[in-house]
């Protein structure tokens, strides 16, 4: 399984971006998709996860301006941040979960975007 995440970069206080994942490999069913963010120091936190079918759910501190959705003819997923701060800024990872059978389900991590957001 391969995952390509890109469109991190460089944004003002308030601007946007839009991350993209797209999966490749893939011989199992995928069962949900997320984008995680790590600070300097810390953990990789969840940001945002979709479901296979479709449900999402966000942290706190995104809900309302990070929207996460995806492509399934393509296996991709994006993640739309507006209203961006500068404490969002992170490397940004996509996971994808696949289920190979009733009981095997294995996270993939892509490589990471970084997103940076000025002051």
């Known amino acids: 399984v391969q995952l390509q995440a890109s469109g991190g970069g460089l944004v003002q206080r308030g601007g946007s971006l839009r991350l993209s994942c797209v999966a490749s490999?893939?011989?199992?069913?995928?069962?949900?998709m997320s984008w995680y963010r790590q600070f300097p120091g810390k953990q990789r936190d969840l940001v945002a996860v979709?479901?296979?079918?479709?449900?999402?759910d966000a942290a706190d501190s995104v809900k309302g301006r990070f929207t996460i959705s995806r492509d399934n003819a393509e296996n991709t997923m994006y993640l739309q941040m507006n209203d961006l701060k500068p404490e969002d800024t992170a490397v940004y990872y996509c996971?994808?979960?696949?289920?190979?059978?009733?009981?095997?389900?294995?996270?993939?991590w892509g490589q990471g975007t970084l997103v940076t957001v000025s002051s």
């Open positions: 996971n994808v979960r696949i289920q190979y059978s009733n009981s095997d389900y294995r996270a993939h």
């Open positions: 979709i479901s296979s079918g479709g449900s999402t």
């Open positions: 490999g893939i011989t199992g069913r995928i069962y949900d």
